[in-house]
């Protein structure tokens, strides 16, 4: 249901992320969820033209990481966009909207992603913090990493209290709605690349069937 994958961007695109959001324009964060209360952080104007750049620029990312295609299955993506944390600024705990007003047809956001441009060493506090039941999974991923996890988890970003957190977030909606289908497609999927030539043709073709069917049975 968690998964961080390193190298997600390229050094290459996370110094030109970094000039990109040198440059753009940012608003307060509270202008995409006016009701929020706990929204507290800058968001890249999305008419924003270097904040358009950058978006393509997590976009590809994306759309070439096998590893976050085969744990998210994709359906469609949200725009990417950068969020930034100076000192003071916080998201408290939230749980992200079901829906997104994205074009004609509202996104539903199953997958939530943050993909952390600066360094950790760049910024104190500032933990993206994930609950799981009772226990709460602080995230402070290195440069060009990025973290997927479930919409309907509550979560957080901790007070940044020195320097300055950028990230950029986006979110999926997945050919397979509900969280432990898609973890449990995910694993098979895994055990396919991990124990595959290891079986005899019978049993991987077993498996395979399994794999195919439980997809085309699970996806919306």
Known sequence: MFLVVENFLSADEIRTLSELAGKAKFIEGRRSNPHSLVKNNLIVDPEDPDGQRASQIGLAALQRSEEARNFVF????AVPSFARYAPGKNYGPHVDSAFMPIG???LRSDVSCTMFISAPADYTGGELVISFGSQLLPVKGSAGSAVFYPSSFIHQVAPVTGG?????????ESQIKDPMQRHLLYTLGEIRALEGLKMDWRTRTQLEYVIANVHRMWST
């Open 74 to 77: 994709p359906q469609r993506v």
């Open 104 to 106: 004609s047809q509202p």
């Open 164 to 172: 300055e957190r950028l990230v950029m977030i986006t979110f999926i």
